[in-house]
Nanobody, 123 residues
């Protein structure tokens, strides 16, 4: 599966952005999806994940209550709605796909990656 993330940009603290990740192929609904981010000089970190149907999600503590992930399997797209953004949310955001859906939030657990989209939150 090929992934293309979009929707990043520059936003003031307290603002919102919605990221999208479009997937190619007819088996999108067979993949659990994840969102990760990487700030300069830091390791890639888990943000959120969503199950194949979208019926189950989980989040990193740092974004819980502010970010929401969802998916539309008819459109082969997964979303990350980001509200109440903070300067520390500034990073390149990546979407990723894997066959298995569990509590594993390690980047190495994911098989396919998009190219990333930059999110910058100004104070």
């Amino acid at each position: 599966v090929q992934l293309q993330a979009s929707g990043g940009g520059l936003v003031q603290a307290g603002g919102s952005l919605r990221l999208s990740c479009a997937a190619s192929g007819r088996t999108f609904s067979s993949y659990a999806m994840g969102w990760f981010r990487q700030a300069p000089g830091k390791e890639r970190e888990f943000v959120a994940a969503i199950s194949w149907s979208g019926g189950s999600t989980y989040y990193a503590d740092s974004v819980k209550g502010r970010f929401t992930t969802s998916r539309d399997n008819a459109k082969n797209t997964v979303y990350l709605q980001m509200n109440s953004l903070k300067p520390e949310d500034t990073a390149v955001y990546y979407c990723a796909a894997r066959r298995i859906y569990n509590g594993d939030s390690s980047p190495v657990a994911y098989d396919y990656w998009g190219q990333g989209t930059q999110v910058t939150v100004s104070s």
